[in-house]
């Protein structure tokens, strides 16, 4: 496997057609012990300004003769705008994402994290970690908005997304939580050629589509 980052500023539409193929692991924040009324108003701010539904990235599929398919992403904040493009060469035709959701229960509110991408020919443990692909000093900048810019926000998504990989860098959480994968690998998906999907995250629901751009 082998990947090649590449930039660009083009925007893509929005579609319509619904389409499913994602494993998910789910984070579950059980309780919270902020030590402060401040720090709760800001954790208020940060899951009010989320918008209900967002997408973090939109991917075209473009498969090979020898078998293997160039998956090309386009990762964006939550103010659409696209923070990062990254290519990504992957063995097999039939490609699976997997996700990181963080469910925080005070707030019933879900932070969802691009993880990883397998095949029908890769198993998920030697997947493509694409974690790192649209972070900035730690900063994952599919949370990145106009309205989140302070500091105390870009470090909460920072401890976010370091939880969700490690386990690690959330302080104020106590760290009994359930963790599950669900593995989806009996959906029978192939992505069509030349066509452009996105992701679709909801924030309150806690799901995930995939659907035609």
Same mark, same amino acid.
């Given at each position: 496997?082998?990947?090649?980052?590449?930039?660009? #500023? #083009?925007?893509?539409?929005?579609? =319509?057609?619904?389409?499913?193929?994602?494993?998910?692991? $789910?984070?579950?924040?059980? &309780? =919270?012990?902020?030590?402060?009324?401040?720090?709760?108003?800001? %954790?208020?701010?940060?899951?009010?300004?989320?918008? +209900? +539904?967002?997408?973090?990235?939109?991917?075209?599929?473009?498969?090979?003769?020898?078998?293997?398919? +160039?998956?090309?992403? #386009?990762? $964006?904040?939550?103010?659409? #705008?696209?923070?990062?493009?990254? *290519?990504?060469?992957?063995?097999?035709?039939? %490609?699976?994402?997997?996700?990181?959701?963080?469910?925080?229960?005070?707030?019933? @509110?879900?932070?969802?994290?691009?993880? *990883?991408?397998?095949?029908?020919?890769?198993?998920?443990?030697?997947?493509?970690?694409?974690?790192?692909?649209?972070?900035?000093?730690?900063?994952?900048? /599919?949370?990145? @908005?106009?309205? %989140?810019?302070?500091?105390?926000?870009?470090?909460?998504?920072?401890? %976010? =997304? *370091?939880?969700?990989?490690?386990?690690?860098?959330?302080? +104020?959480?106590? =760290?009994?939580?359930?963790? *599950?994968?669900?593995?989806?690998?009996?959906?029978?998906?192939?992505?069509? &050629?030349?066509?452009?999907?996105?992701?679709?995250?909801?924030?309150?629901?806690?799901? /995930?589509?995939?659907?035609?751009?």
């Amino acid at each position: 496997m082998e990947k090649e980052k590449k930039k660009t #500023k #083009k925007k893509i539409g929005l579609g =319509l057609f619904a389409c499913a193929a994602l494993a998910a692991g $789910y984070v579950g924040f059980t &309780r =919270l012990s902020l030590n402060s009324q401040q720090e709760a108003e800001r %954790l208020e701010h940060i899951v009010s300004s989320l918008q +209900e +539904e967002y997408v973090p990235m939109k991917f075209k599929v473009d498969y090979k003769e020898d078998k293997t398919a +160039e998956v090309s992403i #386009k990762y $964006y904040d939550q103010d659409g #705008k696209q923070t990062s493009r990254m *290519s990504y060469i992957v063995n097999g035709t039939e %490609l699976f994402f997997d996700f990181k959701v963080i469910h925080l229960a005070s707030k019933d @509110a879900y932070f969802f994290f691009p993880y *990883s991408i397998y095949t029908n020919v890769t198993e998920p443990a030697n997947g493509i970690h694409i974690c790192d692909d649209y972070t900035e000093n730690g900063m994952p900048l /599919i949370y990145k @908005a106009k309205n %989140l810019g302070e500091q105390e926000d870009i470090q909460f998504f920072t401890d %976010l =997304l *370091s939880y969700a990989k490690t386990g690690n860098g959330v302080n +104020e959480v106590d =760290l009994e939580y359930g963790y *599950s994968v669900h593995d989806l690998n009996d959906f029978n998906i192939h992505f069509m &050629r030349d066509t452009t999907y996105k992701v679709v995250c909801h924030k309150q629901k806690g799901g /995930i589509e995939i659907l035609e751009d």
